[in-house]
């Protein structure tokens, strides 16, 4: 039996080091598969050393310890197990297991004198420490029915490896059961199937274009409203609601912010008109800017947060930005303008310590290594405004191969951390993956000066998913019944299991999820919703007309059980074919309830950021996949041979 359970098959091809690095191409959601389409990067979006040991909560005036410096299951598929969640005394985190549903000491008698280990005295046959003995008696494993490959694997592991600082870790058997919601397709987490036939592009796109200056057809993805710090809802801007998005000509190099505004309450994608690129035109495709947030001032200007990305050296050198904007609003011709721009400015590129910063990332990255530093978005607790932002961890906690050893990534009972240890350790892809893994969710703190920030103070990262993922991007935060919601998207073919997202691929089409904590302090403690973290996962294939990404929740004025999922439609790059071009996708609600979620199968028209009464579009959503599919898209995939 342990025999079979530990027989890895090692006949993967997927190289993660041999995939090229990608430059300009921003935020690709074409799900990859295992050969010519595996790692392509979307939008692969640092001031002195900090030594924070503890992140403030300026909600709760609990005090914090750092510097001011201006300085980062296998799919055991037979295995229904969901992970608990994160310890968040992070003095008493078990420095065996670290989160995990069983961690090993609790689950492993220290007197163990009567054991077949001891009287087979296999700590000396085997030349394995009494720890890692421990572990495997645990596991129910005896290390006679282990290959030596997997001997010399299991000597190296390190299960004393203290926490570094408060980061909550998204563990590989928390990214496992991400994986089964979505193979499962569990009705719970799955993207509601919208009505295909009703799909339309966004007129709103057809407009000037940065780069060129002329009227084309753009697409539309990563977007987000201009929204009250401190509440997250949309505001009412002079009975306007704004929101920016990146667009682009179809199959360009061409990502630029653009200004969007409807009348508040408008849920009418015919309705929205576009004020033209933040920045104005003769824009460079070497000089991108993508996604972030934006919040009103109390002068009324707006402050605008989003990535500075600078391409020049065919990679995408992100530093996360800001600048000021005052608009004109001219009522009687019912149009909105950009009528200034100023202190326009690079806030954070990364301090080494807590986040990876582009010279880190340059000097040993190999092609297979994702670099961020974009997606800020702002939030503002007890009169300061703090940035959430997508990052890579720094030197404090850094990506590497003694990642993969490190016992407290794996989390699950120790049977299943065993499982995915000696599954990672067995397939060089899965290994390399495994050692470049680090993406974070960070945050810093801002000066007062609401049009023209600086950095007060590096926090560690809120979560960090080393060994697991490298890339967890547009996080997100919603303050609600006292606690903080935090919301991120990511892929699962940035993860280190590539078994998992080829299932997924192979089952839907896809392997896109949101993912999401809670806690009860801004700055630590986080908690995965649901056990995993799993929020949303892909319910339709990437290349059809209905398919979704770069998911953003926002508040519901009044409602403090149900938040509004916003996201673009369509992959890029005429994706489900020709004319399709990304647009605005219907919303829909996701129900909080605690600690749990539920998607509930109400749309709403597309481009639609306020939710009331008004917004419910039952035309926009359809029972079964058959509906969300378009004649000639691809069905094959087991979920869709009948659509």
Known sequence: MHQQLFNINNSLTVKADTVEQPTTEQRNTQTTTTNDQQDKSDQNQAQTNQNNDVATDQAQDQTTNTGTNTTNNTNNQNNTGVANTTNTDQNTQNQLAGDTTQSTSDNVSNDFSNTSYVQNNDAVVYNLDPQTIRVLQTADVNPKDLTEVQLKEVRKLNFNDLDKDTSTQWTYDQYAGVAKKMIDQ???YRVPYFNAKKIKNMPATVTRDAQTGKVAELEIWDSWPVQDAKTGR??????YQLMIAMMGIPQQNDAHIYLLYN???DNNLNHWKCAGPIFGFNAKSTDQEWSGSATVNKDGSIQLFYADVDTRENTNHQKIATVNLKLKVNKKKNTISIAKRSHRHVLFEGDGYHYQTYKQWKSTNKGADNVAMRDAHVISVGGQRYLIFEASTGSNNYQGENQVYNWKNYGGTPKQALQNFLKVTA??????????????IGIIRLTKNENNPKVAEVLPPLVNSLMVSDEIERPNIIPMNGKYYLFATTRLNRGTGDDLWQQADAKVGDNVAMLGWVSDHLTYGYKPLNGDAAVLVASVPFNWRTSTYSYY???VKGNKKEVLVTSYMTNRGFASGPNKR?????????????????VENIATAQGDWVYDKKSKRKSMIVKTIRGAHLKGEPIDHSLLEKA
Do not use: C, E, H
Not at 234 to 239: C, D, L, S, T
Not at 427 to 440: E, K, P, Y
Not at 582 to 598: C, E, H, N, W, Y
């Open 263 to 265: 009348k508040y309450n």
């Open 553 to 555: 929740a926002v508040p």
């Open 186 to 188: 569990d009705a719970q």
């Open 427 to 440: 397939n060089d892809d899965m290994r390399s993956r495994a050692t470049w893994a680090n993406a974070a």
């Open 234 to 239: 949309v505001v009412n801007y002079k009975g």
């Open 582 to 598: 990304s647009t605005m996708a219907p919303a829909f609600l996701v129900r909080i309830d605690g600690d749990t979620t539920k």
